[in-house]
């Protein structure tokens, strides 16, 4: 945490380029200044610093910090704009007789290039600018150097033919990259898949990412990439089985199949009597809720493990089991008001495919929205060291 001699520190120090100073909270200033000092295209290997409260002159601008700035400050981190997820702190609020002062500290990215709202931004001296094709490069050649997780690992026995690139190009491309930087565009497939972190240029060969986003047979190097959905006509699992399927191929369609899977067949309502004699709708399970829950499991599992992620349905609850406990800085004190991502390019697919809304945000609205609805709090089963399960139980009106 930023100390007030490391902030007065900070103040004299008007010639580095791992400092920016603005006056703004917007996010349109923000999400730039992060991604950049994330970038760390200078290479430091440091922490960056924007002084919020300061102007370009290094002097204090007379301006006071409240609560809703504060929010909005922090928000940079989870909101999912600034892909992947940057490490960044927020300090407390420094007073001084010419104003308020308050430091973001933002850590160099393990897996540049960092986007804000699919525009690639680093530190150009003391300014920032938008990475031009030859500086991406660098970057994405820089992450080869750092420890990956492993989805970032290359798919090695594979190679650029067992991918789509017709999906990659038509659906996935348009919707990671802004408009302009796509007009521009003058690197080859193998490039444009590596800034995304779905190709090693270094290995020549997909990574475990692009596979499991675009690749024509997942499984052949994956073997456990797949859902497997399992209807029990009992309460247990030695009861007869009534339905199952599987879902197994790339995810940029897959998840939409799962999606519409959740809402074709296990999402049911009917009409029930109120207490004024009027008809209400009761639905079994709340749909966001449930599409939140399962595709945390695909956005979490462990995908080292040949066991796939289960869904079962009961009469009466749904257990979902996907392989890989809690991981990272999470642990069963903290879950789930903390989160870490052990695959960090699932996590910014799924959130550019639009399957996430904002980081750490998507299990407590499925809490909230799962007690609102009448079916309970989920029970999280998190003493499983290479399993994490959840169970769902049906509305208590069904």
Not at 311 to 340: K, Q
Request: glycine share 8%; proline share 6%.
């Amino acid at each position: 945490m930023v100390t007030k001699e490391k902030l007065i520190e900070l103040l004299a120090d008007i010639e580095s380029n791992l400092i920016e100073r603005t006056i703004s909270v917007r996010e349109d200033k923000l999400g730039p200044a992060v991604c950049a000092l994330a970038n760390d295209f200078p290479d430091h290997k440091s922490p960056g610093y924007i002084l919020l409260g300061v102007s370009d002159d290094g002097k204090i601008a007379g301006l006071k910090w409240t609560d809703a700035d504060l929010q909005k400050i922090g928000a940079v981190k989870t909101n999912g704009n600034v892909l992947p997820q940057p490490s960044l702190t927020v300090s407390p609020v420094f007073s001084f007789p010419a104003g308020e002062v308050v430091v973001v500290e933002v850590k160099p990215s393990l897996y540049p290039p960092v986007r804000y709202d699919g525009r690639c931004w680093i530190r150009v001296g003391p300014r920032k600018a938008k990475a031009s094709i030859e500086e991406e490069r660098i970057l994405t050649e820089r992450r080869a150097s750092y420890a990956k997780t492993y989805d970032l690992v290359p798919a090695f026995g594979s190679k650029l033919e067992d991918l789509s690139i017709e999906y990659f190009r038509l659906i996935y491309l348009p919707l990671a990259i802004d408009e302009e930087t796509l007009s521009q565009n003058g690197r080859g497939i193998e490039e444009q898949l590596a800034s995304l972190r779905f190709f090693d240029l270094r290995e020549k060969c997909p990574t475990n990412a692009g596979i499991l986003l675009f690749g024509l047979n997942p499984l052949f190097f994956l073997p456990g990439a797949y859902i497997q959905y399992v209807k029990f006509k009992g309460a247990e699992m030695i009861s007869d089985v009534d339905y199952e399927k599987q879902f197994s191929g790339h995810y940029v369609t897959g998840l939409r199949a799962i999606d519409e899977f959740i809402k074709a067949n296990i999402l049911k309502e009917r009409p029930v009597r109120g207490h004024t004699f009027q008809e209400d709708i009761i639905k079994n399970y709340p749909y966001w809720s449930l599409r939140e829950l399962v595709m945390n499991a695909v956005m979490h599992r462990n995908y080292e493990s040949n066991s796939p992620i289960y869904i079962y349905e009961f009469p009466d609850r749904i257990e979902i089991v996907n392989p890989g406990g809690l991981y990272g800085d999470v642990n069963a004190g903290n879950f789930p008001d903390t989160s870490d991502y052990r695959n960090i390019a699932i996590a910014e697919a799924m959130k550019s495919l639009g399957y996430v809304n904002r980081f750490n945000y998507g299990i407590k609205r499925a809490i909230h929205e799962l007690v609102a609805s009448g079916n309970g709090k989920p029970v999280f089963d998190i003493s499983l060291n290479t399993k994490f399960k959840v169970t769902i139980k049906i509305n208590n009106r069904w």
